[in-house]
């Protein structure tokens, strides 16, 4: 049964920076590749940033870019999203998610397992 399970959410100031992590068990972590997704209230799930099987590949929404790095360890079977620079519109809960393909994607559906989100609050 696979399992994500996110963590390192919080409160935090605008300007600060904050490291979510994402937990994999239950598959072979490093025949996925992994993404963060995010979710506003009253807005629809939006691709955040993805990264490759290896790792030596990652995409990022414009909105992020330049402002996090996402990155896995495999021997671990983690994932994690720094962010820095946080500003209120970074508010979302966070959901990771695993894609058993070799090929990179945006699209939600398109990936196969999701965990239950970590809450990310950005005050100004």
């Known amino acids: 049964q696979a399992q994500l399970v996110e963590s390192g959410g919080a409160l935090v100031q605008a300007g600060g920076s904050l490291r979510l992590s994402c937990a994999a068990s239950?598959?072979?972590?490093?025949?996925?590749?992994m993404g963060w997704f995010r979710q506003a209230p009253w807005k629809e799930r939006e691709f955040v940033a993805s990264?490759?099987?290896?790792?030596?590949?990652?995409h990022y929404a414009n909105s992020v870019k330049g402002r996090s790095t996402i990155s896995r360890d495999n021997a671990k079977n983690t994932v994690y999203l720094q962010m820095n620079s946080l500003k209120p519109a970074d508010t979302a809960v966070y959901y990771c998610?695993?894609?058993?393909?070799?090929?990179?994607?945006?699209?939600?559906?398109?990936?196969?397992?999701w965990g239950q989100g970590t809450q990310v609050t950005v005050s100004s």
């Open positions: 239950g598959v072979t972590f490093s025949s996925y590749e």
């Open positions: 998610a695993a894609r058993g393909s070799t090929s990179y994607a945006r699209q939600g559906y398109l990936y196969d397992y």
């Open positions: 990264i490759s099987r290896s790792g030596g590949i990652t």
